[in-house]
């Protein structure tokens, strides 16, 4: 009798040419899950340590301005009022749209929506690392993903209402 030959892993089953082979690697429905999860957190890690640079450069500018003579911050209030000019004009809607359509909200958005990922998926690298979760990865990654989003439109909701709370409140 012939023994049957027995698949480890499926870099073993791939059959065709090494070109093929190397292109399916770069195929994106190849990943699973724990892949993606991955190149998301080294993405995002990017981002905030893009943003910590570009905010802190920004907040310098007010040293700047003291250092070329502005004593009444014109660089900081160019750079500032620049980030809070509107990407859409829209005419005839609440005022609350003029902040929702603005640069800074849509930054300040992808700030938010970076940090809830980043921190949500550390700790799920955190439970494995302790030993909690590690079958069921899949279900542990989408149960925070869901708390994530859950967390990142509250917030959301939030910063739009903060504006009302404050004007409201007469303070």
């Known amino acids: 009798m012939a023994e049957k030959e027995v698949i480890v892993d499926q870099a073993q089953a791939t059959t065709g040419s090494k070109l093929s082979n190397l292109l399916s690697w770069f195929n994106p429905f190849s990943r699973g899950v724990g892949m993606w999860a991955w190149i998301a957190q080294r ?16 907040i310098g500018t007010m040293l700047l301005d003291d250092f070329l003579g502005f004593n009444t911050g014109q660089l900081y209030n160019s750079i500032t009022s620049a980030m809070s000019s509107p990407l859409i004009e829209v005419t005839g809607l ?3 749209f003029e902040h929702v359509f603005s640069f800074a909200f849509f930054i300040d958005a992808a700030l938010l929506a970076a940090l809830v990922y980043h921190g949500y998926n550390g700790i799920r690298v955190v439970l494995f690392d302790l030993g909690i979760g590690i079958r069921k990865q899949k279900t542990v990654f989408w149960i925070l993903l869901i708390l994530g989003i859950i967390s990142y439109f509250l917030a959301i909701w939030l910063i739009l209402s903060v504006p009302a709370i404050v004007l409201s409140s007469g303070a």
């Open 43 to 58: 993405l995002t890690g990017l981002f905030l340590v893009m943003y910590v640079f570009i905010h802190l450069g920004i």
């Open 94 to 96: 609440p005022s609350i």
